[in-house]
């Protein structure tokens, strides 16, 4: 992983767990969702996957912890976390105390067929191989295979200095045949636009996590390269370079 995505994805999740603890439990979840981001993307995968109480859900790149902590909260599934940085399997430990495992999605820690769904979240476009992320998503969960998928997908390809370090993100055709080449296919999908936008409470939440993040670790290295890496990731989503994408699959 490059040293702008350690920054984002290790130090920093961890930092926001240290203020989400300070801060109390109504900012844990806000907090702990670092790129699944509006809570409505959230809703509407855990309809679409038909998610139901005991059954179990992976959450691969599970960051903080706050998508699957989310879910639980709509329905009492059992998640299982794996996520490659350990400041980030320490974070979201702390925050829920799921079951998290370190491992990186293209070699997934996982039993074959082991779980009843999954989902993956802001994570493909971090990945150089996303065929091989999608293959290890449907060897590990059941047949019909209900996987999420929420995708940061570009119209045409980026050159190296329009990307934010380390990402690599798909295009639709290129999104289309990993699919295919992984044997899943969308039953549905919904750009991240047409979703409502996310409630007041939940932004302010976020926000007072930021500020008090800026206020501790304003000075550090670790926050200005985040900072910059996702202000990067605003500033394409903003100019319409790249749009987010939510998907329900199953194995085809
Ligand atoms: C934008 S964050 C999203 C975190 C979380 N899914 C969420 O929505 O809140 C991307 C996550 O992907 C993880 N990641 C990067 N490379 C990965 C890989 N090869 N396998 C699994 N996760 C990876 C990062 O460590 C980070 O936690």
Redesign the pocket.
């Known amino acids: ?1 490059s040293d702008a ?2 920054a ?3 130090t920093v ?1 961890e930092w926001t767990a240290a203020v989400a603890r300070d801060l109390g439990p109504p900012y844990h979840v806000p907090a ?6 509006n809570p409505a993307a959230l809703d509407w995968l855990i309809d679409e996957l038909e998610l139901r109480g005991g059954e179990s859900l992976l ?9 699957a902590a989310y879910a639980v909260d709509r329905q009492p599934v059992l998640p299982l976390l ?4 350990a400041g ?1 399997c320490r974070a979201a430990r702390s925050l829920f105390g799921y079951p998290t495992v370190q ?4 070699a ?1 820690p996982v039993a074959d067929a082991a779980v009843d769904a999954a ?5 493909v ?4 191989d996303h065929v091989a ?1 999608l293959r290890e998503l449907r060897r590990v969960v059941r047949p019909p295979g209900r996987i999420g998928l ?1 995708v940061f997908v570009a119209h045409t390809p980026l050159t190296e200095d329009e990307i934010p370090d ?1 990402n690599n993100f798909p295009t639709p055709d290129s999104l289309r045949d990993a699919l295919t080449a992984a044997g899943l296919a969308a039953v549905s999908r919904m750009r991240t636009s047409d979703l409502p936008e996310m409630p007041d409470e939940w932004q302010d939440r976020v926000d007072r996590v930021d500020e008090e993040l800026a206020r501790r670790y304003g000075d550090d290295p670790a926050w200005q390269v985040s900072e910059r890496q996702s202000g990067q ?1 605003g500033d394409l989503l903003a100019d319409g370079r790249i749009f987010g994408e939510v998907l329900s699959l199953r194995q085809t």
């Open positions: 992983m995505m350690s984002e994805f290790d999740a702990g969702c670092r790129g699944s981001g959450d691969c790149g599970a960051g903080v912890g706050g998508p794996v996520e490659p940085e980030a491992g990186s999605a293209d997934l989902w993956c979240l802001g994570v476009c971090t990945t150089p992320v929420l380390g990731m």
